[in-house]
């Protein structure tokens, strides 16, 4: 896959993560529509992160030839979301819901804010 595919696919993955991680931030919790859809936004996540590992850094210092420090925003997501499903699975909703807010805060709002910035391709498309 070219660089450019794996951006639409990153991006087709992330914004309704997005969409459904606000959505489950904002309402009610434990109903069968939050179960389902935070099955659905940690399958999203899960995806989007594996899909970053083959986008190769360009901006930034890169390590090994291809990693940036965006890069441990993918790991992030790698880690919370089996922490976040293993503690609801075994009732520890306190340790649930700080991952799903450090996935949330992490992954969503400052490494989506850092595809904003100059030089990134977010920011030649929407603000160049």
Do not use: E
């Not at 951006?7 to 914004?15: I, S, W």
């Not at 109903?31 to 850094?57: C, D």
């Amino acid at each position: 896959m070219t660089y450019l595919q794996l951006a639409y696919f990153h991006l087709a993955t992330v914004l309704p993560a997005f969409l459904i991680g606000t959505y489950l931030l904002a309402n009610r919790k434990g109903t069968p529509t939050h179960r389902l859809l935070g099955k659905i936004y940690m399958s999203l996540m899960l995806t989007t992160a594996l899909i970053t590992l083959f986008m190769a850094a360009v901006v930034g210092p890169v390590l090994i030839g291809h990693f940036g420090y965006v890069h441990l925003f993918s790991l992030l997501v790698l880690y919370a979301v089996p922490r976040a499903y293993f503690a609801v699975r075994k009732g520890n909703i306190a340790k649930h819901k700080r991952s799903m807010i450090l996935l949330y805060m992490g992954a969503i709002l400052i490494a989506g804010g850092f595809t904003f910035t100059p030089g990134r391709m977010m920011y030649d498309w929407l603000l160049a």
